[in-house]
């Protein structure tokens, strides 16, 4: 792997935030669910998601009954909505992380998992490198991490993306039932980060 000025900065921030929460006992995950009392599987986190309107990023966190075994979490569902709260979203990629926050990968979705307004892979890239989430809520430092695991793996999530598309179609569903609308396909590319 190549590390850029920028990716090397990237990947600075990603420490930084993690380091100044754990100072406090906490992580992007209690920061996340700091207004919460319980976490419910499939609901997002925190309720209503968090939207940027200067960037049009947004994302929630929700996580999936457990698995024996499984040591993910659940993860961060990230979007961009480039018309502003109004205007279509689009799906850029999910960032999954274990019980203690921290990152274990990242992944893009078929279209049905999030009900995505669908953006072929030369359209999504661009949003992708646009994902910048600098809103107070629910953490700033929260943010910040996502904000920087887009930047850090800015050239990896373009790669997922693409391959999102290829997985696609190269996918042969039942009859009648198109590709991106077949549940038996849910992650479509992902890159461990262990």
Not at 17 to 36: H, I, P, S, Y
Not at 139 to 163: G, H, Q
Request: proline content about 6%.
């Amino acid at each position: 792997m190549i590390v850029t000025d920028a990716k090397a900065r990237a990947l600075e921030e990603i420490a930084f935030c993690e380091a100044l929460l754990a100072k406090g006992g906490q992580n992007v995950l209690t920061e996340t669910f700091r207004e919460t009392s319980g976490v419910t599987v499939w609901d997002h986190y925190p309720p209503g998601d968090v939207f940027d309107p200067v960037s049009g990023a947004q994302w929630f966190y929700h996580c999936h009954p457990a698995e024996e075994g499984a040591s993910e979490h659940g993860h961060f569902h990230c979007f961009l909505r480039p018309d502003g709260v109004d205007g279509p979203i689009h799906h850029l990629a999910a960032i999954g992380v274990d019980p203690f926050g921290k990152l274990l990968r990242i992944f893009t979705v078929n279209q049905w998992v999030v009900g995505d307004d669908w953006l072929d892979a030369d359209r999504t890239i661009p949003l992708a490198r646009r994902f910048d989430m600098q809103m107070p809520r629910p953490s700033y430092l929260v943010n910040r991490w996502l904000t920087a695991v887009f930047a850090a793996y800015e050239d990896e999530i373009a790669k997922l993306i693409a391959e999102r598309d290829r997985m696609l179609a190269a996918h042969t569903p039942p009859s009648g039932i198109a590709a991106r609308e077949d549940r038996a396909l849910e992650v479509t590319s992902e890159l461990d980060l262990r």
